[in-house]
């Protein structure tokens, strides 16, 4: 039966942490991190990650923000509200929250965000630096689950991994940062021959696919860790990319959905604001 990796107790300790370290920040520095949300539309999936993004800056002591816009507003509006922000410096960190309506380009908004500001690690700029192994701000996702291995003390250095899944958000990031930390590294995706021949030779599977239950036992090495970042809703409950029932018996450790990767995300994006503000301070 395999131990289970409490994402959710280990996000609030993290938070802790922040929290006395913010506290000296402010009295050395006499202004507080402050993080600005992008939100445009009405979406209810990112009004409530944003809703949950705001209840953790206020746990750790960091100003939150939110500009709302609305679905249909102009690409020159929003190039505007990011440009405000840029300038601002009071501002020290900035995230547009993902999906925004069709008519406009993301990826085009996410690089006219400064690359010192980009909490998200989402910019050309921060990707080029995560590709070539001298990390500044990498996306939340990855650096959680790589969080996650260091808290339980999990060796990643000379193991296989495996990474279902290769988005920008997820998978190529967190393949750069197994890859840094030595791991041998395969990245699968829905062209993979053999996938699940590929993911049974993981020391560390990552299902990074977004297809709910898809990885089961039949997928899994006995005693691999396997950390599950998948979420989705199925009649009304949340379930990740990972057969949880079937796999937790044979996997020696073990990431639940939810209280896995999902909280440590928003940890990271914290971590990532405080990283911007002690640049933006000189420290």
């Known amino acids: 039966m395999a131990n289970i990796i409490d994402g959710k107790a280990t996000a609030a300790s993290l938070r802790e942490r922040m929290k006395i370290e913010v506290?000296?920040?402010v009295s050395r520095h006499g202004v507080k991190p402050s993080l600005a949300v992008i939100l445009v539309g009405d979406n209810a999936a990112s009004e409530s990650y944003v809703k949950g993004k705001e209840a953790a800056c206020k746990k750790a002591g960091i100003e939150s923000t939110v500009v709302k816009l609305p679905a249909d507003c102009a690409a020159a509006d929003l190039e505007a509200c990011i440009d405000a922000l840029n300038a601002d410096e009071t501002v020290h960190g900035i995230l547009l929250q993902l999906p925004i309506p069709k008519h406009l380009n993301a990826d085009h908004f996410i690089?006219?965000?400064?690359?010192d500001k980009d909490v998200d690690g989402f910019t050309e700029a921060n990707v080029a630096k995560l590709t070539i192994g001298k990390p500044h701000l990498v996306p939340c996702t990855p650096l959680g689950v790589m969080r996650l291995l260091t808290q339980y003390s999990l060796p990643v250095s000379g193991k296989h991994a495996v990474v279902v899944g290769r988005s920008q958000i997820v998978g190529r990031p967190m393949a750069s940062l197994l890859l840094k930390d030595n791991a041998t590294v395969t990245i699968c995706h829905s062209k993979t021959a053999d996938l699940k021949g590929m993911c049974?030779?993981?020391d560390i599977l990552i299902a990074a696919i977004g297809v709910p239950g898809m990885i089961?036992?039949?997928?899994?090495?006995?005693?691999a860790v396997v950390i599950d970042v998948g979420i989705s809703k199925v009649d009304g409950i949340i379930k990740g990319d990972v057969d949880f029932a079937s796999v937790e018996p044979i996997a020696s450790w073990i990431t639940p959905v939810p209280g896995g990767v999902g909280p440590m995300t928003i940890a990271c994006l914290l971590e990532n604001?405080?990283?911007c503000y002690r640049k933006f301070m000189g420290e």
């Open 111 to 115: 690089n006219k965000i400064r690359s």
């Open 23 to 25: 506290e000296d920040l």
């Open 273 to 275: 604001t405080l990283l």
């Open 200 to 202: 049974k030779t993981a």
């Open 216 to 223: 089961d036992a039949s997928y899994v090495k006995e005693g």
